[in-house]
């Protein structure tokens, strides 16, 4: 079986295993007590940080250990908005951000305070004009992934600290998919991170805090961890995770190397072994080991069986595998296509042999899901003139546009498909299915049923 969704999940590093085991007999005790096997617990845990601070860039009492990414991030976003609260309540955040960065952005909102939400590009990347231009008297704190969980697109973070610490506004930046990899450039004031994303145990996440920069914790009063993270911390698990961190980093440079080498071959061979397929994301400004396409007519969730029956690990961002009708938010803010995506993200280690058979296993896999779902019967179709109405309503993702595609030949140059269709991915697939098909895309229309999205056939 081949593991291809590091970016979920990194498999523990053989470092981790190890320091984990050993600090298991030596860190179980309380490290706020005085005695002997409380200031050996203190000590393993001052060690971690240490480790842990060198490897962010950070001072070591800037820096707590928390019980997840998503705490730390929850955490500090509460903090600093409750640190700044004289300056005003109101929160940038980029569209594509991690669901925990928005789950908190919209508890905010709830809570009676304003959010802007900035649009990304095609590739996922924010404009740092746009981040500077939505800046008011009363941003209270702006949030920026340093790279994109599903599509692997790097952002502009020292662009954005840059114009944030000139409007003196903080920015929190969520570096859970690249701290493996390096430290984050630029000035900025808060960030986050997951153990897990690097091959350390999960269960522990990194909060750092820049000294000067206004915070209150939120939440009942804790003595551990400046107060910041309360509870027991759990000393094994943490140093793992610094152990790990330092280990991933030592070989950084290399992997970095051959996993772009590999991702670039993917990149450029799906589109070549597999028709009709959009390769998503920024080809340069991206993570190593992260290449993420979608596939025309083709199921997400299907096409994850089907290469999960042929020994691949990987996930997808694809509305079908939510079990819902609402495509995931990232390829929606990116405007891309959303059915029958997904995502390999390689971790560290990945052999080439594994990589060339998942080229040789994709097309059958692309080809036999297309085939079980070009079985049922088309959508019936009523002519009005030069256009045709394809009643696609209470279908779901992709059929709507496997319906376009058998009709568009069935009109003439100039006229029209008006697909009717009710779910909400289609809003976005069928606009990303005529630009990969040179059909021009006229809009949507209401309808009596669903909705009408119009397409004008070219050629």
Known sequence: MS????????PLHPVARQALLASLDEGWADPAR??????????????AREAAAEAVGCRPDELVFTPSGTRAVHQGVAGALAGRRRTGRHLIVSAVEHSSVLHAAEAHEAGGGTVTRVAVDRTGAVDPAAYAGALRADTALACLQSANHEVGTEQPVAEVAQACRAAGVPLLVDAAQTLGWGPVA???????????KWGGPSGVGLLVVRKGVRFAPQGPADERESGRAPGFENIPAIVAAAASLRAVRAEAAREAARLRELTDRIRARVPAVVPDVEVVGDPVRRLPGIVTFSCLYVDGESLLHELDRAGFSVSSGSSCTSGTLTPSHVLKAMGVLSEGNVRVSLPPGTRDGDVERFLEVLPEAVAEVREKLGAPVPAAGSRQGDALVVDAVGRRCPIPVIELAKAIGDVPVGGTVRVLADDEAARLDIPAWCEMRGQE?????PADRGTAYVVRRVS
Do not use: C, N, Q
């Open 3 to 10: 593991y291809f969704d590091a970016a979920s999940a990194a």
């Open 186 to 196: 630029g000035d900025w004031s808060l960030l986050t991170a997951s153990a897990h």
């Open 34 to 47: 005085l005695y002997r096997e409380g200031r050996r617990a203190r000590m393993l845990l001052d060690a």
């Open 441 to 445: 895309y006229v809009g949507e229309e």
